[in-house]
């Protein structure tokens, strides 16, 4: 008697639903449907529409404007320059008018982890365009994190982070 070989399949991955919290990052999550003989089913209590009766188009664009208050865009200057390790240089860092938050942008050496320069609060629509840093460094390059946190504008809660390599030179 010849034994069948059974084929076994892993989970089938059936849908794709991006949550959005609210100032806070898109995550995503995987259901998964499966039955002993690992064949897909569609459920018997599922039925054609969308919830509370939105038609597709205005879930498009309540996903979207889900998607848009997460986003934060975040600039500056990767290859910023200082005339020496206690003069001001070149950070342009900006708040896109765009974001919906405040932020703060703390840069810190990748080698050491020292914090070499931490701003105040900066507002959507403004921009540091020059600063010195808060640590003398002494004549070099140093590879640096740009860490932007985002806070909620009426309370001023952290609502999330972004990060940017950066090279810091100090020229004498």
Same mark, same amino acid.
């Not at 950070?91 to 919906?100: C, F, K, P, V």
């Not at 840093?133 to 460094?137: F, G």
């Given at each position: 008697m010849k034994k069948r070989r059974q084929k076994k399949f892993p989970l089938l991955p059936v849908l794709l639903i991006c949550i959005i919290l609210t $100032?806070? !990052?898109a995550g995503g999550v995987w259901f998964y449907v499966t039955s002993g003989s690992g064949e897909f089913r569609f459920?018997? !209590? !599922?039925?054609? $529409? +969308?919830?509370? $009766? /939105?038609?597709?188009q205005e879930l498009r664009e309540l996903m979207q404007n889900k998607v848009d208050e997460s986003m934060l865009a975040i600039s500056i200057n990767t290859s910023p320059e200082f005339p020496d390790g206690k003069s001001k240089g070149t /950070?342009?860092?900006?708040?896109? &008018? $765009? +974001?919906?938050y405040n932020m703060t942008v703390k840069i810190s050496r990748d080698d050491t982890g020292e914090v070499v320069y931490q701003s105040a609060g900066i507002r959507p629509g403004q921009m540091i365009e020059e600063d010195a /840093?808060? &640590?003398? /460094?002494d004549q070099g390059e140093y590879n640096c994190t740009a860490t932007f946190t &985002?806070?909620?504008t009426e309370k001023n809660t952290a609502m999330g982070e972004a990060a940017a390599k950066i090279t810091i030179r100090v020229n004498r």
């Open positions: $100032g806070a !990052a459920d018997t !209590a !599922a039925v054609n $529409g +969308n919830l509370e $009766g /939105l038609s597709e /950070l342009r860092i900006e708040n896109s &008018a $765009g +974001n919906r /840093l808060d &640590a003398a /460094l &985002a806070y909620e």
